[in-house]
């Protein structure tokens, strides 16, 4: 029988039924260092997707010769097709193409096409053209070169004992529109994009933990091959992956099968279904119910409001808002009174409930919401601990009050966060019923 992820014979391409193996490297000690977020290598990853390419693996590797040759030989023991950014210039870290046709015992030599490519970027910038630039035009021999017309640098293509190497510049502008313009159209050509697309699609939950949503999905995880079902944790929420593959018809049916599986487990948990963040779900809510809100914080201080008003046409539904932090500006702004500072404290059901009633009120908003919490790394006591928090929201049916407990462990800023997320939660739900 085929092995299908056995890679075609010498020169030849793999047939279009075969899985392909792709690995993505990067190149440029910046990665390493953490000075730049590689969006380069996601980019590709979602356009092998596309194609119906399996990328297996990804790799990083500085600026170092011996360093990027074993990278790459090891990509080749492994994977079909590689593609790889960075290190094209003209300077003498830009060292990817001379080091991997020396690791092939490939001989380089000056690409016509790519010097007269070069030397006409220059001409028309009206740049003056250093000797340090023919290293561009420095190709392995036989090599294809890829047209870039946003860079000097051009792409090239090595086509090796039946592997498949794909280098572009490092800088996204050029390398997007060397893979839109060259790139997609060569794997197509040459039989490497499968007849196949891999899809998938991100149910985002929140109030549920990932332990809890692993406990609800466990059979439908155990189960399911295609669509494969992933949770991963995120801060106050968790998203599960579907990815499915097949034809455009079938990966559609696929992940629409498994998310109606998902939600019969997880329910209301699930707040949307791709890219929408909590923030845009609750503003279309208010929007499309025509309910209006007005805030009133303590320990998250602004940054509910912030998230209430970062989607556009926030003004359609979000009032305004209240930083009231000391016991006196709740006092002064929301009238909170002074006996239920002192009986319950302000980081009280007590508390927050008198918050978010009197900026419902003053407001003249159909909700109110209030937070009031501990956000640490001092203020608590052994009744009242870090990460202490009670969201109060204030309605024309009475006022509901949540107590949440977050701990020490995200620090000041994560319990502020926590909280909006929270509080986010308590009107997209309320909108709900």
């Not at 059979?219 to 399911?224: A, E, P, V």
């Not at 009280?348 to 159909?366: H, K, N, P, Y």
């Not at 009031?372 to 052994?382: E, H, K, L, V």
């Not at 024309?396 to 701990?407: A, F, I, L, N, P």
């Amino acid at each position: 029988m085929t092995d299908p992820a056995k890679p075609a014979a010498d020169g030849g391409s793999p047939h279009p039924r075969q899985l392909v193996r792709a690995e993505i490297i990067s190149v440029g000690t910046e990665h390493l260092l953490g000075q730049i977020v590689d969006t380069n290598a996601t980019f590709l990853c979602t356009v092998l997707a596309d194609l119906g390419i399996a990328v297996y693996f990804r790799s990083t590797v500085g600026d170092n010769v011996r360093r990027v040759q074993d990278v790459f030989l090891h990509a080749l023991d492994r994977a079909d097709l590689i593609l790889s950014t960075g290190g094209l210039g003209p300077t003498d870290d830009d060292l990817t193409v001379a080091a991997v046709a020396e690791a092939l015992a490939l001989p380089i030599e000056r690409h016509e096409e790519a010097w007269a490519h070069i030397q006409e970027f220059f001409r028309k910038r009206n740049r003056p053209l250093s000797s340090q630039q023919v290293k561009q035009a420095m190709l392995p021999r036989g090599a294809r070169m890829i047209p870039n017309p946003r860079g000097s640098a051009p792409g090239v293509i090595i086509e090796h004992h039946g592997k498949t190497l794909i280098f572009t510049p490092g800088v996204p502008r050029e390398m997007k529109g060397m893979v839109q313009d060259s790139i997609v159209p060569y794997l197509r050509e040459r039989g490497l994009a499968g007849r196949e697309v891999i899809r998938s699609r991100v149910l985002r939950i929140t109030g549920l933990g990932e332990s809890g949503v692993e406990d609800r999905l466990r059979d439908l995880m155990r189960s399911s091959v295609n669509p494969t079902i992933a949770p991963y944790a995120h801060t106050g929420e968790c998203h599960v992956r579907l990815t499915a593959r097949g034809t455009e018809a079938e990966v559609e049916s696929l992940l629409d099968r498994t998310e109606g599986a998902a939600r019969e487990r997880l329910g209301p948990a699930i707040y949307s279904a791709g890219e929408a963040t909590l923030e845009e779900v609750v503003a279309r809510a208010l929007t499309a119910k025509r309910v209006s809100v007005a805030v009133a914080e303590s320990c998250t201080a602004g940054l509910l409001g912030h998230r209430l008003a970062t989607p556009a046409g926030a003004s359609a539904f979000l009032d305004g808002g209240i930083i009231t932090y000391s016991n006196a500006a709740k006092q002064r702004w929301l009238d909170v009174g002074a006996d239920v500072l002192e009986r319950h404290g302000a980081v009280s059901v007590e508390a927050a409930r008198a918050m978010a009633e009197a900026v419902r009120t003053q407001a003249g908003t159909d909700i109110g919401i209030a937070t009031t919490g501990i956000a640490g790394p001092t203020g608590a006591t052994a009744e009242k601990p870090i990460g202490l928090v009670y969201i109060a929201l204030a309605h024309s049916e009475g006022t509901d009050v949540r107590e949440v407990r977050y701990g020490t462990e995200p620090g000041r800023s994560g319990v502020r966060y926590l909280a909006s997320q929270s509080a986010l939660d308590m009107i997209r739900l309320h909108l709900l019923r």
